[in-house]
């Protein structure tokens, strides 16, 4: 069996051994456990403690390093009325762990807490013999052999979280979906719909791993915690579980998680924590791991000792990875392949090195999802992944070849940069434009820009229509003729609203000023101010249909041009903010900083075939890599 260790001769396999020198003066508490089961005489509790016992000397918990900290104690004492929030700027638990970030003297420091140090043995014993008895009664309900016992149903914890009777609370809580369930996929359902758990992106900056009861107790959770709580609660009623890891997405910052579900033929199924159990993913996946119990000294576990590769597993397009180089360049402990996540390179898949001379990356994905799944994508989007090969030589991690992108049809096409062809490029933006960004822009094709003496437009001239999305920050429109008016409105098209982040209107004199209105009377002077404030990063959104913004001047005016923008996200070209770009070769390659004086950059001189970064040194959080192709940015 890969994970479950086999009785020897001696009381305890070598493996215990070790363990028990680990555990100091907790040692007599892990014996206990162990001979319980051995002077039972029973082979599977046997088997069992010693899967536990032996796999338990990297266990830990991360518990608040004081009792009274102020994070734990949001969540302890919560007062917070809120269901689902899927922006972590707009909830409030996310906004009240903020605040306490920002007055907090000292940062969150967790504990490590390890196991073997104070775990007792009645914890083990009841751990062992309320997962076997579970077993024995759903073991009808799936084809779970004991190796996936051991991994998927046995373990007393499934992540950092501090020791808690979780088997004990979740049973309680679900078995009694048993008595009228047995397909293991129809439970998992069964108990998102009855758990009152919600997701709620404020979660993700809370510091610690919450225990089952406190997340049934907050009824909140990030990716993660839905996904260990959905876990904790089909362990408890016998069903294998466990959580499917993506590192690092490939195309954006940050990562997932979900959870799988043994099925009936024994097959292990992605699921979703929502009431259908479907499984949605949206952005670029390079690889996916499993979560286990047992630990891997080598390979993968460079990256988590507790993961297993299975990204072959999902019916999604991959390659095989075959680089060669110089002994020089491939001198490290480990070698990675590489995603840029916003700011780093994060590694996401390790190599199987057969010689000196050459190295293969396996079941390496190019950028299609699975299944029925379709990608987030956004304006611009290179066909495939970016990948940067990385060895880890003292600790630290060290390119050792060109980045290359994985393209869609497994052609690898590597990213070296070409001094000999030097090129000029036009940059507006710094990040790619989402889908929810482009809709802003979507929503202004058809809309038009009319005039009137009068506050109610009884006669409205229109003076000129929007033909198609703005392409950029900003648009700018020089009339045929001047308009002479005091109103001017922007009309959203039939059945549209209002998303807009600035509307600017110039005679020939130059800029002019007024007072923002809008058609729906309901919104404070402060959110009026958002249409003419020249700040883009502020934006106007009407709440109702057929809406129009404007601004009233005061008296007659003649105007030239007018300058508008969509509602965006900050990740523009913006004049009067420093940028600086980079292109990769062996690493960040400056090619100068530059103050914005409009909304595009221009850089000369520029290696063709090259990697490209912008980064903006004034604000901002999201940036991503970027080729240049037929005078356009390509995101990666």
């Given at each position: 069996m890969s994970g479950c260790i086999q009785p020897n001769n001696s009381r305890y396999p070598d493996k215990i051994h070790e363990v028990l020198k680990l555990s100091h003066n907790n040692r007599k508490e892990i014996e206990k456990a162990l001979d319980f089961f051995i002077n039972q005489k029973d082979s599977l509790k046997i088997r069992s403690i010693f899967f536990l016992v032996g796999n338990m000397a990297d266990k830990y918990s991360l518990t608040p390093a004081n009792e009274q900290d102020p994070f734990h104690s949001i969540i302890l004492n919560n007062h917070i009325k809120e269901k689902e929030a899927w922006d972590p700027g707009k909830s409030r638990l996310g906004m009240a762990l903020d605040s306490v970030y920002k007055t907090c003297t000292d940062p969150p420091r967790p504990k490590i807490v390890r196991d073997i140090e104070v775990i007792t043995g009645n914890f083990l014993i009841n751990n062992v013999e309320e997962a076997i008895k579970i077993w024995h009664r759903t073991k009808k309900f799936t084809e779970c052999s004991f190796d996936d016992f051991c991994e998927y149903i046995l373990p007393y914890r499934i992540g950092n979280e501090s020791l808690s009777d979780w088997r004990e609370q979740a049973y309680q809580k679900f078995s009694y979906l048993l008595d009228s369930i047995s397909d293991p996929l129809e439970l998992t359902k069964a108990i998102v719909q009855v758990s009152g758990i919600y997701y709620n992106a404020g979660m993700s900056k809370y510091p610690f791993f919450p225990t089952f009861s406190e997340l049934d107790q907050l009824h909140w959770g990030s990716c993660d915690h839905l996904a260990a709580y959905l876990t904790f609660s089909l362990r408890a009623i016998g069903i294998p579980s466990t959580i499917d890891v993506v590192p690092a997405w490939a195309n954006r910052g940050g990562g997932h998680a979900w959870n799988v579900v043994m099925n009936k033929d024994g097959k292990f199924v992605d699921v979703g924590f929502n009431g259908e159990g479907h499984n949605s993913i949206s952005y670029k996946i390079p690889k996916i791991y499993r979560t286990g119990y047992s630990s891997n000294k080598g390979g993968i576990g460079y990256l988590d000792p507790l993961w297993k590769d299975v990204t072959g597993e999902y019916p999604m397009p991959i390659s095989d990875i075959a680089l060669s180089g110089s002994d020089s360049d491939m001198k490290g402990d480990v070698l990675f392949l590489c995603i840029f996540n916003n700011k780093d390179w994060i590694p996401v898949a390790v190599s199987a090195t057969e010689n000196k001379k050459t190295m293969t990356f396996g079941n390496v994905a190019r950028g299609i999802p699975f299944g029925d799944n379709k990608i987030a994508g956004y304006q611009n989007e290179g066909k495939g992944i970016v990948y940067l090969p990385a060895s880890v030589r003292n600790g630290v991690m060290v390119p050792f070849a060109t980045?290359?992108?994985?393209?869609?049809?497994?052609?690898?096409?590597?990213?070296?940069?070409?001094?000999?062809?030097?090129?000029?490029?036009?940059?507006?933006?710094?990040?790619?434009?989402?889908?929810?960004?482009?809709?802003?822009?979507?929503?202004?094709?058809?809309?038009?820009?009319?005039?009137?003496?009068?506050?109610?437009?009884p006669t409205p001239k229109r003076i000129y229509t929007i033909k198609e999305p703005p392409k950029h920050a900003m648009a700018e429109v020089n009339l045929h003729a001047p308009a002479t008016c005091r109103y001017i409105r922007y009309k959203a098209p039939d059945q549209s609203w209002v998303n807009i982040s600035e509307l600017q209107c110039y005679s020939p004199e130059g800029k002019l000023s007024g007072t923002p209105f809008a058609s729906d009377k309901n919104k404070s002077p402060e959110e009026l101010a958002k249409i003419c404030d020249g700040n883009i990063d502020t934006f106007y959104a009407g709440e109702v249909r057929n809406a129009y913004v404007g601004i009233d001047f005061g008296k007659e005016v003649e105007i030239d041009r007018i300058i508008y923008s969509p509602r965006t996200d900050g990740n523009d070209v913006i004049p009067g903010e420093e940028y600086e770009l980079f292109y990769w070769e062996n690493r960040w390659v400056s090619l100068g900083r530059k103050k914005a004086d409009s909304f595009r950059l221009q850089y000369d001189s520029v290696p063709d075939n090259s990697l490209l970064w912008l980064h903006n040194r004034t604000k901002g959080v999201e940036e991503r890599i970027f080729t240049y192709m037929n005078n356009e940015q390509i995101w990666w």
């Open positions: 980045p290359f992108i994985l393209k869609e049809n497994g052609d690898v096409h590597k990213l070296t940069p070409d001094h000999s062809a030097l090129r000029s490029i036009s940059l507006y933006r710094k990040y790619p434009k989402y889908g929810h960004i482009s809709v802003y822009a979507a929503r202004m094709a058809d809309g038009c820009f009319e005039i009137s003496n009068q506050t109610d437009f």
